[in-house]
């Protein structure tokens, strides 16, 4: 708590050295924002269930103390895409029917709205630390202040968006299509890799959302809102 005091608010704390799963709590109360562990997790001749029930054990104990709150700032009327520049220690998503970008700074608690020229339906992270969306057609660079330059355009069909998306680990991007209204089966899966045309990866869907890789990088998971 001393630390706290005196550190500006931008630093971030954490406890190591002997931490136990039941100190954890105490710790992150204290105002760690979190908290190292080595020994405390695995020893020399611990089993994987040994292992994991340690882990599940810290999970927990870090879960209990970070009750959700909400953000400070104004309120989106849809709010789509969050996403964090760890560089920055910064959370932006946009607010698809207000057309605006919000940035909240993690440390100071304080969030930033910026106007669009154009609606974004979702954001990405292209670098550490470069933001890019969708509008309705396009996939756009977005900068810190939300002002967009197109990186390539999608012929849609009539009464067609973009909605959520990902950034896969080898460059290309994967967005979902659906129809502004709602018809189910006409939802697609578009692929950019930067060199040619936006392909058409997937088809017969209704709301693509929630799009993210495999963990082995060979796949995509994608929830179908309208299914």
């Not at 971030?12 to 710790?27: D, N, S």
């Not at 605006?100 to 669009?116: C, H, K, M, N, Q």
């Not at 680990?169 to 979902?176: E, K, N, Q």
Request: net charge negative.
């Amino acid at each position: 708590t001393a630390w706290r005091q005196v550190l500006p608010p931008t630093a971030h704390l954490i406890a190591v050295g002997g931490v136990r799963a039941r100190q954890a709590k105490t710790w992150m109360a204290a105002g760690a924002a979190a908290v190292g562990v080595g020994s405390e997790l695995y020893k020399p001749g611990d089993r994987g269930p040994v292992v994991a029930q340690k882990a599940r054990a810290f999970v927990k104990a870090v879960a209990d103390n970070t009750p959700p709150r909400i953000l400070p700032g104004p309120r989106a009327m849809i709010g789509e895409g969050p996403v964090v520049l760890p560089q920055r220690s910064t959370l932006h998503w946009v607010d698809i029917a207000g057309a605006r970008l919000f940035s909240y700074d993690i440390g100071a608690g304080e969030t930033v709205t910026y106007p669009l020229a154009d609606s974004l339906t979702t954001l990405f992270i292209a670098d550490e630390d470069q933001l890019l969306g969708t509008t309705e057609t396009e996939l756009v660079t977005v900068s810190d202040d939300g002002q967009l330059s197109t990186l390539s355009a999608a012929s849609l069909p009539e009464g067609h968006r973009f909605n959520d998306g990902c950034r896969g680990v080898d460059g290309r991007y994967w967005c979902g299509v659906m129809s502004k209204g709602l018809l189910a089966g006409s939802g697609t899966i578009l692929c950019f890799d930067g060199k040619q045309a936006p392909s058409v990866v997937a088809s017969g869907l209704g709301v693509p959302n929630g799009m993210a890789e495999t963990p082995d990088k060979d796949g995509l998971y994608v929830i179908d809102t309208l299914a």
